[in-house]
């Protein structure tokens, strides 16, 4: 993939992740949608276009929206969602949907270790947003693999 189609999706991803979301007033993070442009862009991409425009989009969000003190774990946690779901990229089979689901996981186990360790968050923190980060991820997970199948569809590729 040419190097602006990363550079586009992660600003489709900063714009999906920064302007649709959804405040969790318990914790005071936020649920947005921005997990299934990070599925999508992996499974287009593949393992670096994904960690590129997934960890930078989504990082860049958190910069953006007043939570840049999440954005150094925002990097990793998406960035290696990415790269999982990359693996995926122009597979078959049981591996096309086995590499997005073990990123979307990682993405909320190492969000959850993460917040741990955060003073704003703590354990409490980690446990109270540990149910919007799974569904987040699973909203990620089945939204992107439906719009890379819809893009692949309509575009005669496959994978």
Same mark, same amino acid.
């Given at each position: 993939?040419?190097? #602006? ?5 992660? /600003? ?9 979301? =959804?405040? =969790?007033? +318990? ?8 997990? /299934?442009? /990070? ?7 593949? $393992? ?7 960890? =930078? ?6 910069? $953006? ?30 591996? *096309? #949907?086995? *590499?997005?689901?073990?990123? /979307?996981?990682?993405?909320? +186990?190492?969000? *959850? ?14 446990? $109270?947003?540990?149910? +919007?980060?799974?569904?987040? +991820?699973?909203?990620?997970? *089945? ?7 819809? #893009? &692949?569809? &309509? ?5």
């Amino acid at each position: 993939m040419k190097w #602006y189609y990363t550079v586009g999706l992660a /600003v489709a991803i900063l714009i999906i992740s920064r302007f649709i979301w =959804i405040p =969790i007033p +318990a914790s005071g993070g936020v649920f947005n949608l921005g997990d /299934v442009a /990070v599925v999508f862009s992996g499974l287009l991409l593949g $393992t670096k276009g994904g960690a590129l425009a997934g960890g =930078i989009g989504s990082a860049l969000a958190d910069i $953006t929206g007043g939570y840049a003190f999440f954005a150094p774990l925002t990097l990793i946690a998406k960035g290696l969602e990415g790269l999982l779901t990359g693996l995926a990229k122009n597979r078959k089979g049981l591996l *096309f #949907y086995l *590499f997005p689901l073990l990123g /979307v996981m990682l993405m909320a +186990a190492i969000y *959850f270790v993460g917040e741990i360790f955060m003073p704003q968050k703590g354990i409490g923190g980690a446990i $109270t947003e540990l149910p +919007a980060n799974l569904l987040q +991820a699973g909203i990620g997970y *089945f939204g992107g693999i439906l719009l890379h199948k819809a #893009y &692949s569809a &309509s575009s005669g590729k496959t994978g």
